[in-house]
């Protein structure tokens, strides 16, 4: 369905409403419109999403710790696509009634490419011989204000063997900020000047818990700002990075594992591909500059890493993000 200017205008109004309640997870539907207003969106997404994902690097505390795991969304359906139930969260998420949800077609509340890849999937799922199957994939859902909603989601088969008929499961999970534990942190940060973080295993060595000042964690921080900043560089060996910013290479080392969850490497890499998909879900630049521009040395090379931890291609996500495929 195409929209007039007015209607576009009111999508990105409805967004940016969202967002001022701190909700970040809606994105406006792409079109294949050439226009000021189409640059805007693709502006506001790509804005959106960079401030979403900024959120899970703030703090002082281990991301294992301060977030947690929430079910977002919830369908029950059986074999012909039919929703059966669903959870009540559904409703404040896309903003239907249960009349509007129950008993209606799965798939109607899916964007056109979100559509092709679940018939695909539903199609597997349906002419496996298993009792049980299950697999990740990622799925756009239409609200009904018209805003876009993205989400990985597990879809599960099973057989109800008291119907004794075969459903198939939609769940779809979201990250949120565990802010008990992380006010629990925060105060033993400020009461003891030191960090009280659970010990870490690195490399089968004996587990390191450092005591971490507030000095010390400032210098990580800024640690932290210049990886994300300079992505596209190669990263200096450790000991030259420590001394750049005032600290030693032990306490960069374990002190950055300690607060982020993973070492610095791993975290430059997550950041180079969290960084890619934004450009290639918002943005018309080629594979290869998105790999050139993130600091990867080859777009195989960024092609391997970026399957290895989505699970798809970066060509995949482009066609799937309603972008040119890049040429």
Known sequence: ???????????????????????????????????????????????????????????????????????QMFFVLDTKDTI????????????????????????????????LAWNGLKSKLVQANLDAHEEFIVLSFKTKQQLILTSNCLVSKFVDRVNQSERIVVTSIE???????????????????????????????????????????RKIRKVHD?????????LAPLIELAHAFGTNEYKLKYGFKQLYGQTVFRFLINERLRKASVLIQHTDTSIKEVAHVTGFISAPHFSKAFKEKYGFTPRDLRKQSNQNPDI
């Open 175 to 217: 990250i949120i900020k565990n802010s008990t534990e992380r006010e629990a942190e925060l105060r033993k940060i400020v009461s003891t000047g030191k960090n009280k973080a659970a010990k870490h295993s690195y490399n089968g060595n004996k587990s390191k818990q450092l005591n971490l000042s507030f000095t010390d964690i």
């Open 226 to 234: 210049h990886i994300i900043n300079n992505l596209d560089k190669p």
């Open 84 to 115: 059966i139930a669903f959870n009540s969260r559904i409703k404040q998420m896309l903003f239907f009634d249960d009349n509007e949800l129950q008993e209606k077609d799965f798939s109607t509340f899916l964007t056109q490419e979100s559509k």
């Open 1 to 71: 369905m195409k929209l007039n200017n007015k209607q576009r205008i009111k999508q990105i109004h409805t967004m940016l409403m969202e967002f001022a309640s701190g909700n970040f997870a809606y994105k406006v539907e792409r079109s294949d419109l050439n226009d000021d207003i189409e640059a805007l969106i693709a502006l506001i997404n790509m804005t959106f999403e960079e401030i979403k994902t900024s959120f899970l690097h703030q703090g002082y505390a281990n991301l294992n710790e301060t977030y947690k795991h929430l079910v």
